[in-house]
């Protein structure tokens, strides 16, 4: 299990316009309901960019509402950094 204050890697670059300081929100997918209706995405977990390159960045993990967070999460950048 993830920790708070731990660092995760994204696949989000600088080319996708994500600076140092911004939060990217985690979202965990719900499954499936009994008529094969896609459940609404939760948030699993928030994190903050600390260093950008052109093939990816490093975040630490500021919060955790969701047990597991894991490989091919998606993400939104929940603030932005002016």
């Known amino acids: 299990l993830l920790q708070i204050g731990q660092y995760v890697i994204l696949t989000a670059s600088?080319?996708?316009?994500?600076?140092?300081?911004?939060?990217?929100?985690?979202?965990?997918?719900?499954?499936?309901?009994?008529q094969g209706e896609q459940h609404t995405p939760e948030d699993a977990g928030v994190v903050q960019v600390l260093r950008v390159t052109p093939y990816g960045s490093s975040a630490i993990l500021l919060n955790r509402s969701q047990a597991a967070i894991t490989i091919g999460m998606d993400g939104r950048v929940s603030a932005k950094m002016p």
Do not use: C, N, W, Y
């Open 14 to 34: 600088s080319r996708d316009g994500i600076v140092p300081g911004d939060q990217v929100t985690l979202m965990a997918g719900m499954g499936k309901g009994e």
